[in-house]
Structures are given as C-alpha cells and as structure tokens.
C-alpha cells in the first residue's frame, strides 16, 4: 500500500476538530440562533398589533372557511 493511498483513513490530515474549533462552531451557532430568535420575535409581535386572517379552503367540499386572530398581548415583559 502506498503511503499516499486516499483510501486509507490514517495517511490524511487529522480531521479530529479541537476544543476551540469545536468551541468557535458552537459560539456562530448561538449568534445565529440568537438573530433568528430576534427576527421571529420582531415578527410575531409586528404580527400581535394587527388583526390576521386566514382563508382556507375545505379540499372535499371547496367551502372557504375564514379563521380571524386578534390580539393586544404585549409579548416582552
């Protein structure tokens, strides 16, 4: 077996993450999980302060049924 084999899994480059890599991913993950939280609530609450309605049609009977949702709750304490 050659010493450059790519099929031998010992011959490449340790692919073992370190600690701070591994430490790194976690911390861009936390960011990103942290915008997304600010960006969803930033939704929801634009959506709370305005009446939303849904119309959904029935597949077997084709009737439109119109759901209404209304609020005023203040999300943020």
């Given at each position: 077996m050659a010493l450059g084999d790519?099929?031998?899994?010992?011959?490449?480059v340790n692919s073992?993450?370190?600690?701070?890599?591994?430490n790194k991913r976690l911390?861009?993950?936390?960011?990103?999980?942290d915008n997304m939280d600010s960006?969803?609530?930033?939704?929801?609450?634009?959506?709370?302060?305005?009446?939303l309605t849904l119309e959904i049609s029935c597949p077997e009977c084709g009737h439109t049924i119109?759901?209404?949702?209304?609020?005023?709750i203040r999300l943020r304490g």
């Open positions: 790519s099929h031998d899994p010992v011959s490449g073992e993450p370190t600690i701070q890599q591994v911390q861009m993950l936390d960011k990103r999980l960006v969803i609530t930033s939704l929801v609450e634009r959506v709370m302060h305005q009446p119109e759901i209404n949702i209304t609020s005023n």
